[in-house]
């Protein structure tokens, strides 16, 4: 029996069994192409339709609206790039927060945009009226993630469309569109897309349980946006290439799940990670980064004094303990722009670990990663 501790389920969920059970038979036995007029073919599309009905329903949009890909950075990218394309003859502003993931900030840079960033306080907090504020007549598209990745703070995404939709009705204009990266969202909060009144909203399959290389971008009807790729007609012209049906059938089984045991699941992760909270945060030099209240209930990123959080990690992972210095998509030793966004010092940043509960996660793997943590401290220090 496996004895490790994974804390890391912001990087990346292990696959759902009922995700699994549901990819299979498609793997083993669905081998056609949708795009095909034949039996095996139209077998193929009949799951590929039932896969965007689902994702659609638990996103509260219309099968048509989602456009599966192949996770979330490609999602951003299609959200950027192609509301950028459709108004180019408006103009190429785009307002983001200055703790976005690394994909929206990639993303904009790659599109040629003319950027405003706007910043967090020191809890993460991004204020809707510095938004709005930063709004121009050419502002295109604004960009603000549901629930922060490394330090798991959530952002109001629906007040900030309220008072995005005001400033658009009183110009009488359909700019700027609003996208929300929800990767880590689904797990624990609703995603409802006429709830939050978004545009585009990003999702992630292996963040929800699903298999990794799948994902989707709900693109609201009516919603300006252009195709940025040359290709085949797939995805209704939005995205070309064969679908990944397998891939789309275990990320719609998985986000079913996650929606199904979201409130239970919530409840009992909160309970854990507020006992992993006082755990650490009773060690001598030890502090929390981020809202302690407004955050996901599985996340916990902290500051441990007089160490370097890359060696920590290493040493977490030699006792049998997976966390994090922050984001995977970072890679190397690049310092947390997130963490430097909430105003911390060079040392704090350094000395920052992310622990992300999960399904698997007891209270004894939250009593044993406290005992470690500071036996491994007491050591390095």
């Known amino acids: 029996m496996d004895s490790r501790i994974y804390l890391d389920h912001a990087a990346a969920a292990p696959l759902s069994p009922a995700a699994w059970m549901a990819m299979e038979p498609v793997l083993m036995h669905e081998w056609g192409n949708p795009s095909s007029l034949h039996k095996e073919g139209v077998n193929a599309a009949n799951i590929l339709r039932a896969a965007h009905e689902s994702i659609a329903k638990c996103v509260g949009s219309r099968a048509d609206e989602i456009v599966l890909t192949s996770g979330a950075t490609e999602s951003i990218n299609l959200a950027v790039l192609g509301t950028l394309k459709a108004g180019s ?42 938004i709005i504020s930063a709004l121009r007549e050419d502002t295109i598209l604004v960009s603000v993630m549901m629930a922060n990745n490394e330090i798991g703070v959530i952002h109001d995404v629906h007040h900030i469309s309220k008072a995005i939709d005001a400033w658009r009705k009183k110009r009488g204009s359909v700019y700027p569109l609003f996208h929300s990266d929800a990767s880590q969202a689904p797990n ?32 609201r009807r009516n919603a300006p946006w252009s195709s940025v790729f040359g290709g085949g007609k797939q995805e209704s012209g939005r995205r070309p290439g064969t679908e990944n049906i397998a891939g789309a059938v275990g990320f719609a089984s998985a986000l079913s799940e996650s929606v199904a045991i979201r409130d239970r699941e919530s409840s009992r992760l909160l309970v854990l990670r507020e006992q992993l909270v006082d755990g650490l945060l009773a060690i001598r030099g030890t502090t929390l980064n981020g809202d302690r209240i407004r955050r996901l209930p599985n996340n916990l990123n902290v500051a441990f004094d007089g160490v370097e959080g890359e060696e920590l990690v290493l040493r977490l992972d030699a006792a049998g303990i997976a966390a994090s210095t922050g984001s995977a998509c970072k890679g190397g030793s690049e310092p947390s722009h997130v963490l430097a966004a909430l105003g911390l010092n060079t040392d704090r940043i350094n000395g920052s670990v992310r622990f992300t509960l999960g399904r698997s996660t007891t209270a004894a793997d939250i009593h044993r990663t406290v005992f470690v943590v500071q036996e491994i401290l007491e050591k390095m220090r």
């Open 188 to 219: 624990y909060l609703s995603v409802d897309v006429g709830v939050l009144h978004v545009d585009l909203l990003t999702l992630s399959s292996p963040k929800v349980y699903g298999p990794k290389g799948a994902g989707a971008l709900c693109i």
């Open 89 to 130: 003859m408006r103009g190429k502003h785009v307002v983001t927060v200055a703790t976005e993931h690394t994909a929206v900030l990639g993303a904009i840079r790659a599109a040629g945009a003319d950027v405003t960033i706007v910043p967090v306080d020191g809890r993460g907090h991004v204020d809707t009226d510095a």
